[in-house]
């Protein structure tokens, strides 16, 4: 197993991350492969399966070049401020540039207690871990911007949650680990000059094209605002909940992050909170956007020595009209309608409004409508002939609308109930219906008509499932 190591981060020091090795994962066993996160850091599917890999990733050996560090930050968690968070279980094993010159992090959530553990016990449990590995997967093949998934492994040591249950270690990708809770933390212990490194470095790797700009910092403040906008709008647009949108939880690349107690929307309800933990609905689906912004904000606040007065709420107004105008687009687009068009927005809130009187399941009824449907019971029909009069005014051909349709109303998504089946299994050393969930979410949009069931909706036991904070 080759990986051509270039640690970037480890060389910022000691402020920025704690070097240290990873407890290894007792009686480690590979459980899935993703050939596709593989393929990303130049190595082949063999490559993962053989000894090597299984110690690398399981924390026991190291390989050379990697240099394994416990990255720290901060954040705002369900609005408060919390002073340091850091990776209390996750370790940068270390950065790998592939042919492509793109850098990836290869992180390993579930390494052991690090110095940012506050007391707990440095795991991931499989259910959680499977959950990442199958979201973020998901959420990729969709075109939402998100982490990737290399591999998942388990172990057999016990690990106490609600229940009692066991130890996994899940190989995550990024292009970046930081996150808007790092800035906050340089900030809010005052390290100003640690806090302009942190963001030179975010700027030549992540941002290079900015570095020649008058003042690169604002701009890339604005970007990061506008990618985060365009992420929430792609979420609002797929009916993806993310469930934990803290400060620390956001990627400074605008990237879905940090998968805890997420959830596709089903029957379509816009005040959705699929984290049983959120009691008063702070992170529902209707208020992803408002936090988007929020978070930002609070992004911009942390910023402030670095950017020019009055960034801040430039930002706002550009996060707004980044958002709307993906946000219109896509939405349009599920329609199959090109230009949005005075009115569209109406015609899309009717239809939302109606689906929620109606509990009609968010998926199933726009690939429908793709595939032509037109009726869809009582209360509906007004807002058809409607719809049917503004298809009016586009010029394609059924064929072509019906084509454009499917490519962005999927079949498959990753319903609570189908991952639950998956981690039932796999807690009972079963991993197939792992790989086989990961196959069908990898085609979303393709008709696989042998996985039909994959694509109903979810019975009486799989609606109600309550998916809590504890991971
Ligand atoms: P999360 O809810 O996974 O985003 O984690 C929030 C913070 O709690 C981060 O600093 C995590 O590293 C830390 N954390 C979560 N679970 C554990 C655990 N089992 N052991 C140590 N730290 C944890
Ligand atoms: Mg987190």
Known sequence: MKLNFDNQYAKLGDKFAAKMKARPLPNPGMVSINPQGAELIGLLEDDLSGKIALEFFSGAEMVPGAEPVAMVYSGHQFGGYSPQLGDGRGLLLGQVRNEDNILWDIHLKGAGQTPFCRGADGRAVLRSSIREYLASEALHHLNIPTSRALCLIGSDEPVMRERLETAAGLIRLSESHVRFGTFEYFFYTRQHDELKRLADYVLEIHYPAFLDDASPYDRMLMEIAGRTAEMIAHWQAFGFAHGVMNTDNMSILGQTFDYGPYGFMEAFNPGYICNHSDDMGRYAFDQQPNIGLWNCLALAHAMEPLVMPGSIEHMRGHYQARFFECYDNLMNRKLGLGEPKEGDRELMNRLLSLMKDHNSDYTIFFRQL??????????????????????????????????????????????????????????????????????????????????????????????????????
């Not at 007004?382 to 009016?392: I, K, Q, T, V």
């Not at 962005?408 to 609570?416: D, E, G, S």
């Not at 796999?426 to 042998?450: N, R, S, T």
């Open 370 to 471: 793709s595939d032509g449907a037109t009726e869809y019971g009582d209360g509906f029909t007004g807002w058809f002939n409607d719809y049917h009069s503004r298809l009016e005014q586009e010029k394609i051909t059924p064929e072509q609308r019906r084509k454009n349709m499917r490519a962005v109303n999927p079949k498959y998504i990753l319903r609570n109930y189908l991952a639950q089946t998956a981690i039932e299994k796999a807690e009972q050393g079963e991993f197939d219906e792992v790989d086989l969930l990961m196959k069908i979410l990898q085609k979303p949009f393709d008709d696989q008509p042998e996985f039909d069931v994959y694509a109903t909706e979810p019975p009486e036991w799989g609606r109600h499932l309550e998916i809590s904070c504890s991971s």
